[in-house]
T-cell receptor, first 115, second 109 residues
């Protein structure tokens, strides 16, 4: 247990569906991250939030929409996804925003399949 | 561009020693991380190096040479539970983590 939980663990959705991924951290951290992990590819940083404010959006398509209502919760809203969006979506948190070697703690991920 | 290179897959024998290499070309350097990720699980932190040299932590050690853009993770007395992917990541000058694709380590009895 890393102190970061994600739900659901598995999700299968059609291209016209709308769904949301949820992440919760119980570590009292101030920064939270969404990553996409595809097979045999490096982790791709999607979004970064620091003290609930979005600080990074790495050219992510608008069909992915993040929401951070407080420092402990992070959502990723999904709509009209494409089959190439099928991947493992990982949430992470760190005490501060990555500087000085702050370790990121990861959740177990949501395995997303888009049909 | 920024790039992290590590072998895709390695195989080793239980009880042996294995070294997983990572080379990087990044815009600046503020430290290098190693993470372990078992299949279907979260990546978990193993080590952080920001100065040259070897950091030892039990059966695992991590080495860094900033002048060569090179690091390795050394695993001793391998156990079956060490079968996992090992991810190398570098913190660049903007404090962005740049990730390698990971090395899948297979341990055989």
């Amino acid at each position: 247990e890393t102190g970061v939980t994600q739900t659901p663990r598995h999700l299968v959705m059609g291209m016209t569906n709308k769904k949301s991924l949820k992440c919760e951290q119980h570590l009292g951290h101030n920064a939270m991250y969404w990553y996409k992990q595809s097979a045999k590819k490096p982790l791709e940083l999607m979004f970064v939030y620091n003290f609930k404010e979005q600080t990074e959006n790495n050219s992510v398509p608008s069909r992915f929409s993040p929401e951070c209502p407080n420092s402990s919760h992070l959502f990723l809203h999904l709509h009209t996804l494409q089959p190439e969006d099928s991947a493992l979506y990982l949430c992470a948190s760190s005490q501060e925003l990555a500087g000085g070697g702050d370790t990121q703690y990861f959740g177990p991920g949501t395995r997303l399949t888009v049909l | 561009g920024q790039n992290i290179d590590q072998p895709t897959e390695m195989t080793a024998t239980e009880g042996a020693i294995v070294q997983i290499n990572c080379t990087y070309q990044t815009s600046g350097f503020n430290g290098l991380f190693w993470y372990q990720q078992h299949a279907g699980e979260a990546p978990t932190f193993l080590s952080y190096n920001v100065l040259d040299g070897l950091e030892e932590k039990g059966r695992f050690s991590s080495f860094l040479s900033r002048s060569k853009g090179y690091s390795y993770l050394l695993l001793k007395e391998l156990q079956m539970k060490d079968s996992a992917s090992y991810l190398c990541a570098v913190l660049d000058s903007n404090y962005q983590l740049i990730w390698g694709a990971g090395t899948k380590l297979i341990i055989k009895p």
